[in-house]
Structures are given as C-alpha cells and as structure tokens.
C-alpha cells in the first residue's frame, strides 16, 4: 500500500503540472472506487485547482467548486501523462487539464477514491478525527506520552494508529523504532518520555529521507513517473529476516503484530 512519503512524493510530482490550471474535462471510466465517484464531479469541469495539499494519505485539490480528495488505495497511483496517451485497464479516472495533460488515477484493485469535498475538508468526515502530521510541529513527544499512557498495547501498534498519529506505516514504524533503540514489543504506557523524544525524531528522520528517495520500493507502488522509489535499499530492518543487524550484528528478528510483520534486533531495541 502506498504509505505517506509515497503519497507525498506523488503530490510534488504532479502539482507542478496541475497547480493554477483549469480542468476541461473529468473522466469518470469506471465509479466503483472504494466510495462511488460522485456524479457531482463533473462540476469541476471549467475549474482552476488553485492548491495542492497532502492530509495523511489523502490528496487534496483545492478549486472554487470544492475540493478533490483523492486516495491512492491498496495498489493505486496517480500521473500526469499527454491526453493522447492510451488508456491502461485500471485507468478509472482523470482530469483532463488546459495544458494538454490528464491526470489519471490508476488502480487495479478499486480501494482508492475520487471525491468532491464541500466547506472545510478538515470537517469531513474521512480527515476530523486524524492525529497530528509526523513532520509538523504538532507531533511532539510530549502528546504522544499522552496518547500512551497507561497502554498496554505494544508501542509499535500504536504510533501505527491514525488516530495518534498519521502515515506511519508499517515499514516507517519498524525503521524507527529501530533507529530510537525500542523494542517493538514494549507497552506503549512503559516508553519513558526521553525515549519517546528519540522516537519522535526517529519518525521525523526516516519520513524525511523516505520522501527524499522517492518512496519504498514495494511491489504496487510507482511514483508519478511510474518509476520505483530507492528508499527499499537503506532499509536496517524491515524484509531483513535473519540477516545481520548493520549495527551490531545480531540477526534480524521477525515477529507478527496486529496481523503485520514486525522486523527488529533484540540486541539493539530494549
């Protein structure tokens, strides 16, 4: 699944070539995306997209009609290619724009979504009740010991919570937990607050240079140029199943956590 530094990556991709320009056109090729295309949609047709923004894994494109949210799924990504270009089977979607290019929503699996947002899109209904942005100063340590204590669950599921706080993925969330030297495993209620401190900045630092490299290379994701991210290459834990630990050498240990794969090294993370 596209994870945020994915969906971010594909934001800068693309608004250079949407931003300030008017659509022509919306194609919808097929509606069953995880929630119907509204037939509402249309209205943005003869529409400038006048901001572009990123709200956890959603995409967000401003216009006077309202805005476009859109959400990559399971497999999904988005492009810019020439109006000319032929259509791909799991091209659902698109804006045709005044430039002479379309932006296309491709996604075999239909869990993503295109829809039009009235008022304030922080009010609706998908974006209300999402935690705090990772990169942003709202993220403090501080607020995550909040939302820790007195949990018994494993750390690791829950800065994996949306509610606590946005696009920590699973891959990000092994990475970091790594970098900060925390068992995965530990209660989230135990982490102390100077620990919590290095988890923060772990966060931080492995979002950053996953955006920086263009993304993980998974099996489903391309970024806007359909292109792989490098991100997979620096990994220190995650995928790494027995292989030494690049720090001390340990083997990589893999475990299961709320139905996802768990990477660490029982030497370093305490």
């Not at 805005?67 to 109006?83: A, E, F, N």
């Not at 806007?224 to 083997?251: A, I, N």
């Amino acid at each position: 699944m596209p994870e945020l530094p994915e969906v971010e990556t594909t934001l800068r991709g693309v608004l250079p070539h949407v931003l300030n320009k008017r659509i022509s056109e919306v194609i919808v090729r097929d509606a069953r995306l995880r929630w119907p295309v509204p037939a509402e949609m249309q209205e943005l047709e003869g529409q400038r997209i006048t901001a572009g923004t990123r709200r956890a894994k959603y995409l967000l494109f401003t216009t006077a009609k309202g805005t476009l949210l859109m959400h990559l799924g399971m497999s999904g990504s988005l492009r810019i290619v020439p109006t000319d270009t032929p259509w791909r089977k799991h091209d659902h979607f698109a804006l045709t724009l005044e430039n002479g290019k379309q932006l296309r929503l491709h996604d075999p699996r239909r869990f993503g979504a295109a829809l039009l947002l009235e008022g304030d899109p922080a009010e609706h209904k998908l974006l209300r009740d999402l935690g705090p942005e990772p990169l942003g100063d709202a993220f403090t340590a501080e607020d995550l010991k909040k939302a820790c204590a007195g949990k018994t669950a494993a750390i690791k599921l829950v800065i994996m919570d949306a509610h606590v706080v946005v696009g920590v993925g699973n891959i990000y969330a092994s990475e970091a937990l790594f970098m900060a030297g925390i068992d995965p495993r530990k209660p989230a209620g135990k982490v102390t607050l100077p620990r919590l401190k290095r988890l923060v900045t772990a966060i931080r630092e492995v979002l950053a240079a996953s955006i920086e490299m263009g993304g993980t290379t998974l099996r489903d994701f391309l970024n806007e140029k359909g292109e792989p991210g490098y991100f997979q290459q620096t990994l220190r834990v995650y995928g790494r199943k027995d292989e030494p630990c690049r720090v001390c050498g340990s083997k990589i240990r893999q475990i299961t956590q709320g139905q996802r794969s768990t990477f660490f090294c029982p030497k370093c993370q305490k």
